[in-house]
């Protein structure tokens, strides 16, 4: 076989395979890929480069790291999802970077975010006066989200607060609320759920909670 032919064959092998690894590991936008996805989606690039490039070498050589790979981040996704402590360790949490229409300088600094950043991406979300926003959020992917202030109505808090998830509390959430843990225990009580360990998402907002149990415990 020509070697042109053999190259071609190899790229549309390789093109077609990595399509189908992607989109078993999951749909999500490219903003919202973990540390992890990011490995993998490099990884993967430069074996395809590499294979393509060598094309003498068997192309089982690189479908198999491939394979390995698609296992490995199944299998890490899979711990993500059930563990928050891996999910914190591996994508870090959301820092609030404007609490109450404050800049938490703080907060910028142990990110290692500066005042550029914060005012170009709250200009990509049409915001052009910081003194309008009541909170700003960076998430984990990057990305800033915003609340804007209300001048009409006052409200004791105005984002959803998680305060827990997969069955353990969210400390610093709950200091934000400024309540206690007992608090918690006693609202949650009040409601039926006397087993924070059954409870997947509790959140509080304008002094509502929303509480979803973990859906083996229903």
């Known amino acids: ?38 490995v993998v989606f490099i990884m993967m690039g430069e074996m395809a480069a590499i294979a393509i490039e060598n094309h003498k070498s068997p192309i089982w050589y690189v479908l198999l790291p491939m394979l390995i790979l698609l296992v490995i981040q199944t299998a890490l996704a899979f711990i993500s999802l059930k563990s928050s ?6 994508d870090g949490t959301p820092t609030i970077v ?64 998680p305060l827990i998830m997969d069955g353990q509390i969210i400390q610093a959430n709950l200091q934000r609320t400024e309540k206690s843990e007992m608090w918690l225990r006693r609202e949650l009580r009040k409601r039926g759920y006397p087993n924070i360990k059954d409870i997947s998402l509790c959140s509080f907002q304008d002094g509502q909670f929303y509480i979803d149990l973990i859906d083996e415990k229903r």
């Open 98 to 161: 404007i609490n109450k229409g404050k800049i938490d300088e703080h907060a910028m600094r142990k990110i290692r975010y500066n005042f550029d950043d914060l005012l170009m991406q709250l200009r990509a979300k049409d915001i052009n006066n910081i003194a309008d926003v009541e909170f700003a959020i960076l998430e984990t992917s990057g990305e800033i989200s915003v609340i804007k202030k209300d001048k009409k109505k006052k409200k004791t808090n105005t984002f959803t607060m």
């Open 1 to 38: 076989m020509p070697v042109y032919m053999m190259i071609v064959l190899r790229t549309l092998l390789l093109y077609a395979s990595i399509l189908i690894i992607f989109r078993l590991m999951g749909k999500r936008e490219i903003g919202e890929l973990s540390v992890l996805d990011l």
């Open 85 to 90: 402590r891996f999910r914190k360790i591996v």
